[in-house]
């Protein structure tokens, strides 16, 4: 599905926004499931949702759904992931990036490697706003090249409840001036390589700015669910010891993923 020329773009840069747009159908079934989530969780921070695609509700609780597996796993989206990160696919995480109008919290720089227990690191994400986002609503914004030197750089934690995520990427390693944000309809999608310095900044708007977030990773790598347990005694990070693995397309390449985990 993908064009030499975006091939090309998602190598060079580390992000793609191809020239692809979910039907007005699809975009709907997502926001009226997005309705429900979040009166499914009334007491839940809309700003950061972790696992939707789940029924069994993780540390943070969410109440979730199978429907947000099969908007992860539309057909044209497995195809655009297959020509970037090859035929054999799991998936092993979703999250709800919400940006509530008004207050929307920042996502501040970071890479989304950091503590995630796949090795070798790989993961491909698949942003996909519900909402058309515009300058002011707090778009993503990416870091174009950073993903080149496939090393995850020096981050501190910041302790600020404004922040979706407290783990913030030292400023020596990038310059934010060259940054580029991504301006886009409801239903186009972005593509992000693991190891891309990205944020965004607050929502400010009288209109909210929700993201549907999928992480893939090519079944060559392992996700290796007890440095998953360990990271997270650590860090008290988000189950990562039991995530489901899904294998979305293919076959388990690398022989040592655990499929049966946390189903
Ligand atoms: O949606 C956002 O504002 C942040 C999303 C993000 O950091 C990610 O998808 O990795």
């Avoid at 796993?73 to 799991?90: K, R, S, W, Y």
Wanted: proline share 6%; glycine share 8%; net charge negative.
């Amino acid at each position: 599905m993908l064009s030499d020329p975006e091939l090309d773009r998602f190598r060079s840069k580390g992000y793609l926004v191809p020239d692809y747009r979910l039907t007005a159908e699809t975009l709907n079934e997502m926001r009226e499931a997005y309705e429900k989530l979040l009166h499914d969780n009334p007491t839940l921070s809309p700003d950061f949702l972790l696992g939707p695609h789940l029924e069994n509700p993780g540390t943070q609780g969410v109440k979730g759904s199978r429907q947000w597996l099969e908007f992860a796993t539309h057909p044209d989206l497995m195809q655009m992931a297959a020509d970037l990160i090859g035929e054999d696919i799991i998936l092993w995480g979703t999250t709800i990036f919400g940006k509530p109008a008004h207050n929307g919290k920042e996502t501040p720089w970071h890479q989304d490697g950091d503590y995630y227990p796949i090795r070798p690191l790989e993961t491909l994400t698949i942003w996909i706003p519900l909402d058309d986002v515009t300058v002011e609503n707090g778009p993503m914004r990416f870091i174009p090249g950073s993903h080149r030197q496939r090393k995850i750089f020096s981050h501190h934690w910041e302790e600020n409840s404004d922040l979706t995520i407290n783990l913030v990427c030292d400023s020596e390693h990038f310059d934010e001036n060259t940054s580029e944000s991504l301006i886009l309809k409801a239903g186009q999608v972005s593509y992000h390589d693991v190891y891309m310095i990205h944020g965004s900044l607050a929502n400010n708007t009288d209109h909210r700015r929700a993201a549907f977030v999928v992480r893939l990773m090519p079944a060559t790598s392992h996700y290796d669910h007890a440095l998953g347990a360990e990271i997270g005694r650590k860090h008290s990070a988000h189950d990562y010891g039991k995530r489901p693995l899904y294998l979305v397309r293919g076959r388990d390449a690398n022989g040592n993923n655990d499929l049966s985990i946390g189903h």
